[in-house]
């Protein structure tokens, strides 16, 4: 099975990754289709997703961002197939502990704008921070580490997208964001941009293929 949000986003990263890279990533959909609708056991299907990336190591940048995908694609559409309490037993515990390396911060961030869409509120960068990651929470202090950098540097959301580039290309190499810094800022910056605004985060992206297919996941998965 696979969520309707999950298919918009998975293919509006490929077109993104695809305009600003020389390969053609849209030519996977259908294989990338193929693994968020199987059947399969999740294990299984991250198999099926890692051979696709291993068969095509162009789209390498993107591997554990759509891990993050088929995380989601299982949170909310294949456990519906599973008994009530599955996210809760000894099988997916398991699962979560051969897993604990896999995937970004961005599966954070798709599952707190589902709960925006749940709630029906407009996500902003505050509420994801204290009310979704409760940064300020001393029992939170893992998060409040990894989300140092954009918690710094909230100022940039009233700044131009070339701030920040900068302060994204100043982040140490082992920062868990670095990567994900840009586009999360840029998307809580305008969680709507037009296409005329997208031209301008493309022009001023550390990563343009990388960028844009992340900021097109968080546009399209609202």
Excluded: H
């Amino acid at each position: 099975m696979i969520d309707p949000k999950i298919d918009i986003a998975y293919q509006a990263a490929l077109e993104a990754f695809s305009k600003y890279n020389s390969f053609d990533a849209v030519s996977l959909t259908g294989d990338f289709a193929d693994v968020f609708e199987s059947d399969e056991d999740f294990l299984t299907k991250v198999d099926l997703l890692d051979g696709v990336f291993d068969n095509n190591p162009q789209i390498e940048e993107l591997r554990e961002i759509f891990f993050d995908l088929l995380m989601i694609n299982f949170f909310s559409a294949d456990v519906k197939k599973l008994e009530e309490d599955y996210l809760d037993t000894p099988e997916w515990e398991d699962i979560e502990e051969q897993t604990l390396d896999r995937g970004t911060e961005l599966l954070n961030l798709l599952l707190y704008l589902n709960e925006c869409e749940d709630e029906e509120i407009e996500p902003e960068l505050e509420d994801y921070l204290r009310e979704f990651l409760l940064v300020d929470e001393d029992e939170f202090q893992d998060e409040y580490r990894i989300y140092e950098p954009i918690i710094a540097n909230q100022i940039l959301i009233e700044s131009p997208v070339n701030e920040i580039n900068k302060v994204a290309q100043s982040l140490p190499e082992d920062s868990e964001l670095k990567e994900l810094f840009y586009p999360v800022m840029c998307f809580f910056q305008n969680i709507d941009p037009s296409e005329e605004a997208k031209t301008v985060i493309a022009e001023n992206a550390v990563n343009p293929a990388f960028d844009m297919a992340v900021l097109d996941i968080l546009v399209n998965f609202q």
